[in-house]
């Protein structure tokens, strides 16, 4: 069973910085993403950023590039999400998303909270 555990959420003010992390365990895949959603209330959960495991691509959703920057360790069991810059619109539950390159089957973390203060 795949477990995503994520941290590193909490409080900061407007302009500060912020890292998430997301642990993955309980199985290795061959082919796959880790990213973050983000899903404030009232509104649909949003992608954010993204990295594929083989070759390092990133992407990014247009309100976070040159802010936020996606990586993982050597390993390739932890995805981080360092955001910088904060602003109070980028307050949400952050989730950490592995997606399955052969089967596109999409796991969840239990999602962290961003709060940005103004």
């Known amino acids: 069973q795949v477990q995503l555990v994520e941290s590193g959420g909490g409080l900061v003010q407007a302009g500060g910085s912020l890292r998430l992390s997301c642990a993955v365990a309980?199985?290795?895949?061959?082919?796959?993403?880790m990213g973050w959603y983000r899903q404030a209330p009232g509104k649909e959960r949003d992608f954010v950023a993204a990295?594929?495991?083989?070759?390092?691509?990133?992407s990014y959703a247009d309100s976070v590039k040159g802010r936020f920057t996606i990586s993982r360790d050597n390993a390739k069991t932890t995805v981080y999400l360092q955001m910088n810059s904060l602003k109070p619109e980028d307050a949400a539950i952050y989730y950490c998303?592995?997606?399955?390159?052969?089967?596109?089957?999409?796991?969840w973390g239990q999602g962290t909270q961003v709060t940005v203060s103004s």
């Open positions: 990295i594929s495991w083989s070759a390092g691509r990133t």
């Open positions: 998303n592995v997606r399955d390159g052969a089967t596109m089957y999409n796991y």
């Open positions: 309980g199985r290795t895949f061959s082919n796959y993403y």
